[in-house]
């Protein structure tokens, strides 16, 4: 009787590609538009528009209402961001033969801090959590200014 199928599978692995497919930071959309700078320091305060100037029409030979724009400064507090990913040596030298352990474990703890970044970046609340930054949620500011919320279906006209 020949070798079946099943017992010659046995025998051999399927192929794996070796590594893991490359999920890194690079591939976020989000963290692909944003420039980053480097800090010295603690944090960054920048200014922040409060109010704009008010604009009319007017006719020849009106006189032209003045009006400016107002700030307020803001300060972003630097955090940090990241996780411990450990292989045990015994397990990387011993069952490293098909996949590299180690790469694999770091590849995944990149694309689970792209994920979180993703997160707070969006939904990012310090008073709930100090550890972590704002996220555009709260620093778009929807108290005073209702013209930055647009309801789905909204033509978004006053």
Excluded: H
Aim: glycine share 6%.
């Amino acid at each position: 009787m020949a070798l079946t199928l099943a017992e010659a599978s046995k025998l051999s692995n399927d192929m794996l590609l070796q590594g893991v497919v490359e999920t890194i930071v690079k591939e976020s959309p989000v963290l692909q538009q944003i420039s980053f700078i480097e800090i010295v320091g603690n944090g960054l305060t920048y200014n922040q528009e409060k109010t704009l100037p008010s604009i009319d029409f007017y006719d020849v030979g009106d006189t032209w209402v003045e009006s400016t724009p107002t700030f307020e400064q803001q300060t972003a507090n630097l955090k940090i961001m990241g996780g411990d990913a450990d292989v045990d040596n015994f397990l990387k030298s011993t069952r490293s033969n098909i996949q590299d352990l180690e790469s694999a474990v770091i590849e995944l703890k990149a694309k689970a801090l792209r994920d979180k970044f993703e997160e707070i970046f969006i939904y990012g609340d310090a008073t709930t959590n100090p550890k972590q930054f704002d996220g555009l949620r709260l620093l778009i500011d929807t108290t005073g200014a209702s013209d930055q919320v647009i309801a789905m279906g909204d033509t978004g006209q006053p």
